[in-house]
């Protein structure tokens, strides 16, 4: 079975400031691993995936993650974020063998303070 | 990509009675899932609405409690059945075409609340 990780229930941050949100993923499986993004009042934005190839991978709004299959991580980052980006963020793997099911993590609350 | 839209955005209902949630997906897909997020929490797979057959239910979820249509390929329901307090959450619903990686698009969700 797969888990996901999502160490950081809330981080807080100032404007302008870089920050890392931190995945960590269990499987027996090789999987797929997507960073969605839940702004208020509303439903899940894929933000980037990870499907094969290059580890570092980037994503809308500034967004980027490294895939580290030796530490199963697969850390989100923004070199410099803004009060648009406060939202909840969910990591999330599917098994690579065609199961379309998504396991999502618990959410990471990221709270930019001016 | 595709866009999905939800109806209701929002509902509050008493207790013992039972809410249709529609989802219409702007493009035909093979598969519509329905999760739910109650408060402060992550999402939880309810169950995978394939075209033409019955839908399959994650453990927890039974069809008579969260009875699900799929009538075409762009269009789903979830009806919340005797609603209790604890079926407040946001019901979402997604969608996939293709194959792997099955990507998930998202709809906007419905919050209900039950009293």
């Known amino acids: 079975a797969q888990s996901v990780t999502q160490l950081d229930s809330q981080v807080p941050v100032f404007e302008e400031a870089p920050v890392e949100l931190r995945c960590n993923y269990s499987s027996s499986v090789s999987v797929y691993l997507f960073w969605y993004v839940q702004y208020p009042n509303q439903g899940l934005q894929l933000l980037l995936k990870y499907l094969s190839g290059s580890t570092l991978v980037k994503g809308i709004n500034g967004f980027e993650a490294e895939f580290n299959k030796s530490q199963t991580s697969f850390h989100l980052r923004k070199p410099s974020v803004h009060i648009s980006d406060t939202a909840e963020y969910f990591c999330?793997?599917?098994?690579?063998?065609?199961?379309?099911?998504?396991?999502f993590g618990s959410g990471t609350r990221l709270l930019v303070r001016p | 990509s595709a866009v999905i839209s939800q109806k209701p955005s929002r509902d509050i209902c008493q207790r013992g009675t039972s809410l249709t949630i529609q989802c219409q997906v702007d493009s035909q897909v093979t598969m519509m899932f329905w999760y739910r997020q109650q408060p402060g929490q992550s999402l939880t797979l309810i169950a995978t609405a394939n075209q033409g057959s019955e839908a399959t239910y994650e453990s927890g979820f039974v069809i008579d409690k969260f009875p699900i249509s799929r009538p075409n390929l762009t269009f789903s329901t979830l009806t919340v059945s005797n609603m209790s307090p604890e079926d407040s959450s946001i019901y979402l619903c997604s969608a996939t075409s293709g194959g792997p990686p099955y990507e998930q698009y998202f709809g906007p969700g419905t919050r209900l609340t039950v009293t």
């Open positions: 999330a793997v599917s098994r690579m063998d065609s199961s379309y099911k998504l396991i």
